[in-house]
């Protein structure tokens, strides 16, 4: 469940840099073309979601309190990932393109 829901944020945050770079989220070029499936926003995230959610969370996995509360994340537990999200797209990243470190958001 924590995985999912940092791979929520992760969706928006690539939907929202896709349109604003004028690209049209649902024709993707890895996930087959689906009516209402926002192909090229999955696509984008597969790019991401290892250094911003997966890894994150797997290494934070013992500071972070699991807690469910009626087989839902309980807020401070949904607090805590949208943390180490957050902060690992503010972290700088090495790009090959421009042969420096930048910080994970500018490159999405």
Same mark, same amino acid.
């Given at each position: ?42 696509? !984008?995230?597969?790019? !991401?979601? $290892? ?14 309190? !699991? ?20 902060? $690992? ?20």
């Amino acid at each position: 469940m924590a995985l999912n829901y940092g791979y929520g944020i992760l969706y928006s945050i690539v939907e929202k840099s896709l349109l604003l770079a004028g690209l049209d989220p649902y024709l993707g070029f890895l996930y087959t073309l689906k009516s209402g499936k926002p192909s090229l926003t999955l696509d !984008f995230i597969e790019m !991401f979601r $290892q250094a911003c959610v997966d890894k994150p969370l797997i290494i934070y996995a013992k500071s972070i309190d !699991f807690e469910l509360v009626a087989s839902k994340l309980s807020y401070e537990t949904r607090r805590a990932i949208v943390k180490y999200v957050l902060d $690992q797209l503010n972290r700088k990243h090495y790009y090959c393109k421009i042969g420096k470190k930048i910080e994970l958001s500018k490159i999405c």
